[in-house]
């Protein structure tokens, strides 16, 4: 039986990861908090950026104000609308990627020419109108 872990070993063991989960939990409790509640909440921050703003304070931008930004700027890119947020490029972008599933947002371009833009009525006029016209098509 020699190598296996004694009863106070795994018990050990399983404590360190409750803990790990813990903090996980903590940290995503925060994220999801600076998402939905805006700039008081807390939210979590990536080394990277930290050290590109280090002099500049950004905040954590609730769903909301970014989409009503998108409506009265259209046609700005991820770092523009960061800039009018004030918020982190990264945060925006993953809120805009976010909205774009759920439809609030479509972006043209591609890569540094990404541009974002309302979802309006008539661009569901257009989907829809695609889709119709795709039905009634022959299939060869």
Not at 35 to 57: I, Y
Not at 112 to 132: C, M, P
């Amino acid at each position: 039986m020699h190598g296996m872990p004694t009863t106070e070993e795994i018990v050990k063991s399983i404590d360190a990861q409750l803990k790990a989960l813990a903090r996980e939990a903590q940290q995503l409790r925060g994220a999801r908090a600076a998402l939905e509640d805006g700039p008081s909440a807390p939210r979590p921050k990536r080394k990277r950026a930290a050290r590109r703003n280090a002099n500049s304070k950004t905040e954590a931008v609730p769903t909301g104000k970014l989409l009503k930004l998108v409506n009265d700027h259209p046609g700005s890119s991820t770092s523009q609308l960061a800039a009018l947020a004030n918020g982190d490029q990264a945060q925006i972008l993953v809120l805009l990627r976010e909205a774009e599933t759920n439809r609030n947002v479509r972006r043209s371009g591609a890569r540094r020419g990404t541009r974002w833009h309302s979802y309006t009525d008539e661009d569901k006029i257009a989907e829809r109108a695609a889709q119709l016209e795709r039905q009634l098509k022959p299939r060869k």
